[in-house]
């Protein structure tokens, strides 16, 4: 009662897709055996070490950060008394960033493996519902779960994974490649770097190895906070408050006529929270995150501008030292 009757036009109502395999460049009997090293436990390192290590590879995963046990510990340590470990924080450590999130799925990507993403979540635990919603959310409870069962299903595949390793520089060798570690060096067939946009002495060691580098565009802003409820109410109108209703989200975009330059909102976390998100000392950095529930009352978003190679001459060295001021 008092509920919309008519559903939104462009709500899909056919049969779920099915599911696409992975495309294979090499076969199995290409990768059988072979040693293969993975820097990063990010989703793009899990992806990569699982698409290897299903396929007869022998994974080394190393991650600069802790385990999952360990790095939610150090993180809470920074929210409760502000100290800054630079390995274990919201950037650094087993799972990535996106550990300390929204947990947010949805992408405007529209490869047909977007499905395989997410039916390979549901495997490792994530609710089915996350299959058939527009804007799929698991929230930082919800990712983690899933990060511990994906290392659990790589493990039995027999992939290692080596803890507090940075990669510190990269070396060419007659058979593949060496990548230093402060431990030592590691020899290796292949290596799939998911490093993440915050590794920059390795992106420097990559440079003089000669590896090319792009320019591309990023962006820049700050993190607004709202009631929850005005967002519910604005977005919602007299349905605000329904208890079958989630809390709401909005989504920003203004595209300056003049210069081009656009702004819009990004990450926005409805029920969710504004957080440290530093990785060095002495750094500003904030981030939004929230829970499978939504509930916290608050919602955020972070509201950017973009930036062009020609803002920094078009040089990815320029832009980096730009990100890094």
Known sequence: EGRPQRIPPGVRTGP?????????AMSRKDLLGSETIVAGTGPAGLFAAL????????????????????RVAAVAELWR???????????????????FSYGKLMTRVKDPL?????????????????????HPHLGTDGVRRVVAAMRSRLEALGASFKFRQRVTGVEKTTAGYRLITPEGALETR???LAVGHSSRPLFRALRALGVPFAAKGFAVGVRVEHQQAWVDERQYGRFAGHPE?????????YRDGITGRGVYSFCMCPGGLVVNSA????????????????ASGFANAGIVVTVSPEDFGGDPWQGLAFHET
């Open 16 to 24: 779920i897709p099915r599911r696409t395999a992975f495309p294979s």
């Open 51 to 70: 698409a290897l290590a299903s396929r007869g590879a022998r994974v080394t995963i190393l991650e600069q950060g802790p385990p999952m046990q360990d």
């Open 81 to 99: 008394a502000g100290a800054l470990h630079a390995d274990a924080n919201v950037q650094f450590g087993e799972g990535g960033a996106g550990t």
């Open 114 to 134: 977007c499905r395989e993403v997410l039916a390979t979540f549901v495997e490792a635990g994530a609710p089915e519902h996350i299959l058939e919603e527009a």
């Open 190 to 192: 292949a290596a799939f």
């Open 245 to 253: 209703l989630p809390s709401a989200e909005y989504f920003l975009t």
């Open 279 to 294: 990785s060095e000392t002495e750094g500003l950095v904030t981030n939004g995150m929230s829970l499978s529930q939504r």
